[in-house]
Nanobody
């Protein structure tokens, strides 16, 4: 069993930056692909970014490419999402998740989900 706990969400203005964190339990963190997803009110959950266990391979949704950066610190069992140049359309609940590979995470092949953290971007 893996537990994922997100933090770092909040209310910011358009153009601001925010960094989300996802703390993970378990001794296999460094071998586990992980990712970020988001769900806005009234919309389906969508993929944001994913990363492999070493941090060497990443995928991004087109909507966030060039603005968001996914990274991880395996020594701290923590996944990050640096969000820059935030837009009102980035407003959503952001959740982290684990999967078999970064491509698998991108395709919603998920083993565990976190509970999510709210990000609100005002215009």
């Amino acid at each position: 069993q893996v537990q994922l706990v997100e933090s770092g969400g909040g209310l910011v203005q358009a153009g601001d930056s925010l960094r989300l964190s996802c703390g993970a339990s378990g001794r296999t963190f460094r071998r586990t692909a992980m990712g970020w997803f988001r769900q806005a009110p009234g919309k389906e959950r969508e993929f944001v970014a994913s990363i492999d266990g070493s941090g060497g391979s990443t995928y991004y949704a087109d909507s966030v490419k060039g603005r968001f950066t996914i990274s991880r610190d395996n020594a701290k069992n923590t996944l990050y999402l640096q969000m820059d140049s935030l837009k009102p359309e980035d407003t959503a609940v952001y959740s982290c998740a684990t999967g078999p590979s970064p491509a698998g995470v991108r395709d919603f092949n998920i083993n565990y989900w976190g509970q999510g953290t709210q990000v609100t971007v005002s215009s």
